[in-house]
C-alpha cells in the first residue's frame, strides 16, 4: 500500500480511518494489483495473503474497540475483494461496475436467439448423459480471452455480453 503504513493507519481510528477506506474502495489498489481483467492469480494470492497478515482482526486484540472495530471492517473488505478478483465472473462484473455499466446477471437476460438455442440444447445433450465437459471447458477457455481483448479495448457493452454467457458456461460447468 502507498503512503502510510497500514499500521499506522489502524492507529487513527475515526475520520482517518474512513478517508482509508473510500481511497481503497477499488478492489485492484486495495490488492496492488493492476486494474485489468487478465489476473496472476498467483500474485493475488501472494498479496491477499500478505495484508490479511498485517490487518487480521487477531492482532487488534489489544487495541481500542474503534481499532478492532476497523480491523474487522477492513479484513471483511480485503475478503471482498479477494474473492472478486478470484472470480473471472465477478471480476468482470467489477470491472463493468468500475467502467460504468452495471450488471445484474440474476435479472438481466441474453437477448441472442441463437444462444438461447444452444443452452436449450446443451441442457438436453446434459440430461442425455451426453459428456460435454471438454466443450463447456473450451467455451469457458474462449470467452475468457474474449473477455480479456474486450476489456483491453475498452469494449464495455461486448464485456457485459460475454459475461453473461461466461456466467451461463461456467454455473452449467457446477
Known sequence: MKGLSLSIRMKKAGAAVVRVFRL????????????????????????????????????????????????????????????????????AVYLLKLGGQDLDLEHETIADENFLVMQMQLRERIDAGEDVKSEIESNVKELTELLSQAFSSNQLEKAKFLTQKLQFFIKIKV
Do not use: C, W
Not at 35 to 40: I, L, R, S, T
Open 24 to 91: 481503497m474502495n477499488n478492489y485492484f489498489e486495495l490488492l496492488q494489483m493492476p486494474q485489468e481483467y487478465d489476473v496472476d492469480l498467483e500474485q493475488l494470492k501472494t498479496r491477499y495473503e500478505t495484508v490479511r497478515g498485517q490487518i487480521h482482526p487477531d492482532r487488534f486484540a489489544n487495541k481500542s474497540d474503534a481499532e478492532k472495530r476497523v480491523a474487522v471492517q477492513y479484513s471483511a473488505l480485503l475478503n471482498d475483494a479477494y474473492q472478486t478478483l478470484l472470480s473471472p465472473v465477478k471480476r
